[in-house]
Every structure is written in C-alpha cells, then in structure tokens.
C-alpha cells in the first residue's frame, strides 16, 4: 500500500482545500480495511469532482481511485462487479463491450463509481444511478465488511449515503441490454416546452431541457429507442458549436463584477450556439455523456416534485429577470427527470422530480454569485432538495423537513460510526454531530 505524508487536497475546481497527514492508495480490500480499521479519522475520495466539501478534511485521507479493477461479469443475470474506484467511463464501456447499459446516465464519464452513489448521481428519464446496484460490499467503521444484496433493507440506506455508513469496497450493477437512441435537438421557447413536459416524459425514452436563461428559451433534446440499423442522417450542426464552452468562458470572465453582462451573454450564446437543430443516433452513453471539458466549474443542483415544476419555474424566472438583484445565471440550466424510488436520501424518495442545475463558469469566485443564493431559497420554499454532491448551504434544520427519513438516517449513521471516524467538519454540520464538529477544528 501507498502513503504519501504531509501534503494538501485540492478538489478537482480548486475550489476546497485541505492539509493532511496521511494519504493512502490501496489496491485491495484487505488494504482498505486495514486503512479504515487503523484510523480514528478518515474520510476517503474519488475523482473530487464534487464541490461540496464531502470528500476531505480529516488528517487521515484515502484515494480511491487504485482500487479500480473490474472484477466479473455474471453474463447470465446481465451485472457486473466492479472496485468501487472504477471510473464510470471505464464501467461503461465495459458493459457496452458485452452488449449492456445502464439506463440513466449522468453528463460525466470521470466520476468514480464509488462517489457517483454516494452523491446521489443521476441522468435523466430513469432512476438514480444508486438505483441499478444488485448488490455491494461495505467496509465498516471497525474495518469489518457488510455485504447488502437487494432483499436487505440497509440497501436503501446506503445506496445514498456520502461515504457517512461506511466505504463502498465492490458493487454489482445490474444491467440491461444495451439500445440505440434516434436522438433531436432544437430550441424551443418556454412558452413551447414547458406545458410539454409531461407529455414528451411519456412519448420519449430520453428528455432533456438544457433552459437558457435570461432568453426565454430553452433547447429541448428527445431521444426516442430504435432498431440499431434504422437509419439517420446525422447533422450534428455548425463545426463551431464545439466551441460553446470556450465562448462561454470567454463571456463571462467578468460577470462576477458586472453580473449584468451574463444577460447579455446568454443573448449571445443563445444565438450562436443553441439556435440549431441537430439530429443523430448512438448508445445512451455514447450520444448523450459529454467526453471532454476543457474548463472547471462550481455546480449546484436542485431538485422538486414533477407536479410542482411548473410553478418553481415560474417563480425562478421572474426573481432572476429582475435587474434590481444579481441573480443572473450563467447558460445552461439543465432540467433532467427522475423516477421515483425507496433510497433514504434519493431526491426522488417516494416522487417523481426534475432536476435543475445551476452552474458558476468562474469556479474561483463561485462565493460572490448570488444566484446559487436564489436557487435554493426558491426550491426550499417548495420542499426542494440539493445534489449531495454540488453546493448548498442548508444543514440539518432544513434537510430534517425535506427529507422523511433523514432522522432515521442520521441514527442509522450513529449506531454505524458511534466515534465519528467518518465525519468531516462540513459533514458533522450536516447531520448535527456537534462532538465531531469540536474535535475536527483540530486536525481541519
Ligand atoms: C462537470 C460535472 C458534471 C457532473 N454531472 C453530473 C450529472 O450529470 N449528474 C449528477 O447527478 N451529478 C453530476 N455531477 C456531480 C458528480 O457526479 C458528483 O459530485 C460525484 O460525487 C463526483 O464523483 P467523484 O469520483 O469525483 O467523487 P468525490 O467528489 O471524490 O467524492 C464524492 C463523495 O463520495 C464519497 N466516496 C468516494 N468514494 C466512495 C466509496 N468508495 N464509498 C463511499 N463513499 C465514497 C466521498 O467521500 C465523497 O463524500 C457532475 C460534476 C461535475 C464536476
């Protein structure tokens, strides 16, 4: 096993930085628990991709990302099994490879597997990525493992649980056979998209709205399932598009001291780069899953019941059109769907939801953009819930309303880790574990 002494963790936008004392690399399960078993402290992380700060802080560090085998396929119930620190990219093409998927992807191949659940991570028109574990084995605060298939109830529990029950050691995902989406894009106007929505989630086996603020305008991408051999003739637009988010950069570099020009941005980009249609087919992954980013950003992400959509939406837009405050939201706001599931701390525990993401293009001064302020105020008013895994600023107060099972999560999490091995300061705020948050200022 590998141990680095005496450096810094920075996440993947620079955004959170922490000391350590110890960092480990392990490659396998007996390393794992031994690491976890030894120290009184640990928190463990993948690719940092996260921005909320859930992956750090604890002198004692583990990094995931060794313990990436693939570890069988079982070709008959169609699962894989898989280190936790496997890349989701490497997964994926791994399945595609035998002629699977996994239905419902997120818009990012560099995550690894084990901090994809833990944070709740999702796509759009299917369930949580959580959803399509079979089974998995959990390293427990003691360095003892839990193996949790689907006839357990702890499933739910874990399933989404920011690294605070234990570590995940392998999975097994469930998977499908493998299809081809005839995918179409095209702007619509809100008027336009809006009132469809429920309808295109029953026609469409994929819906997506990428909402352009500020334009009244959004660019509305279906994907409907066909024989792989139909043919389409793919247009896939102007070259130039490939350069949105360079152009984006570039508009908004000085938005954070005059927010007003991301209005006038988004005019921009709107024209140039979202006035298209494109048409084209390929797998979920390969037509949908962006490959590459030239740029970091600071994310947030909020999601609300289906049925109540409509009326957030309308409340969000008047708030940040209003010029008298500086609630401008930089190009896109992703609108994604969800069904609904039994996970503890799923956004779609028990309903239906749209997710919506808020993006800062400047992640340094991510601090000074309101608008991720008004987001939240706006979803929580309506019993919104954040992405575990991008910013907030509730804490238990709030999350205690919103999310049924939180108290029986956190007293879960107590029996789980009665020392508190794996809380961080930001995660020992957010269940309210005030002893952690003491002891923690020592080591943070
Ligand atoms: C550009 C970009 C696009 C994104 N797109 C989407 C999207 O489409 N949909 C979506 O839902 N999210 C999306 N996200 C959020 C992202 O999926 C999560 O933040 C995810 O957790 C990042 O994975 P990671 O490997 O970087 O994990 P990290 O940020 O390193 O860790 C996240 C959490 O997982 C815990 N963890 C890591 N490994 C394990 C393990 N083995 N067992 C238990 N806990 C573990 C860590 O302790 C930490 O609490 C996006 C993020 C970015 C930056």
Same mark, same amino acid.
């Given at each position: 096993m590998e141990q680095k002494k005496n450096g810094t963790w920075v996440s993947w936008n620079e955004n959170l930085k922490h000391d350590y004392k110890s960092l480990y690399k392990v490659t396998t399960e007996e390393e794992l628990r031994e690491v976890i078993a030894n120290n009184d402290k640990i928190r463990f992380f993948g690719n940092k991709q996260s921005s909320a700060d859930i992956a750090a802080g604890t002198a004692a560090l583990l990094d995931?990302?060794?313990?990436?085998?693939?570890?069988?396929?079982?070709y008959n119930a169609k699962t894989i099994t898989v280190e936790s620190g496997v890349i989701l990219g490497d997964l994926l093409e791994a399945i595609e490879k035998v002629g699977?998927?996994?239905p419902c992807l997120p818009d990012i191949n560099t995550i690894t597997i084990g901090g994809a659940l833990a944070t709740g991570t999702h796509g759009t028109s299917g369930k949580l990525l959580s959803e399509y574990i079979a089974s998995c084995r959990l390293v427990l605060a003691d360095g003892s493992v839990k193996e949790i298939n689907k006839e357990d109830n702890l499933l739910n529990a874990v399933k989404v649980s920011l690294g605070m029950l234990g570590v995940l050691s392998t999975v097994t995902f469930q998977c499908e056979p493998e299809y081809t989406l005839h995918i179409k894009e095209r702007p619509e106007n809100d008027n336009q998209w809006l009132p469809k929505v429920q309808e295109r989630l029953k026609k469409h086996a994929f819906l997506r709205i990428l909402w352009l603020p500020h334009t009244n305008n959004g660019y509305v991408i279906t994907g409907d399932k066909i024989n792989p051999d139909t043919e389409v003739k793919e247009n896939l637009g102007p070259k130039f598009l490939k350069h949105r988010r360079t152009a984006s950069k570039i508009l908004y570099k000085y938005s954070h001291v005059f927010p007003w020009i991301t209005a006038v941005a988004n005019k921009l980009l709107y024209r140039g780069f979202f006035s298209s249609k494109k048409e084209h087919k390929g797998s979920l992954y390969q037509a949908t899953?962006?490959? *590459?980013?030239g740029s970091t950003l600071e994310l947030a992400e909020w999601t609300v019941g289906l049925s109540k959509f409509p009326q957030v939406f309308a409340e969000l837009k008047e708030e940040i059109n209003k010029?008298?405050?500086?609630s401008f939201i930089h190009i896109p706001m992703d609108v994604r769907f969800v069904q609904k599931d039994?996970?503890?701390? *799923?956004?779609?525990y028990n309903e239906d939801i749209v997710t919506m993401g808020c993006v800062s293009r400047n992640a340094a001064t991510a601090?000074?953009?309101?608008a991720f302020k008004t987001v939240e105020n706006i979803f929580l008013k309506y019993g919104g819930r954040p992405h575990w895994g991008k910013r907030f600023a509730a804490k238990d107060a709030q999350l205690t309303k919103i999310y049924p099972k939180w108290e029986d999560f956190k007293e879960l999490r107590a029996k789980l880790d009665p020392t508190n091995k794996f809380l961080n300061p930001y995660l020992a705020k957010l269940v309210n574990a005030k002893k952690a948050v003491n002891a923690e200022k020592v080591t943070a």
């Open positions: 995931m990302k060794s313990y990436n085998k693939i570890v069988s396929y079982d699977w998927c996994i899953v962006t490959k *590459s980013r010029w008298s405050n500086n039994e996970a503890w701390l *799923s956004y779609a601090d000074t953009y309101e």
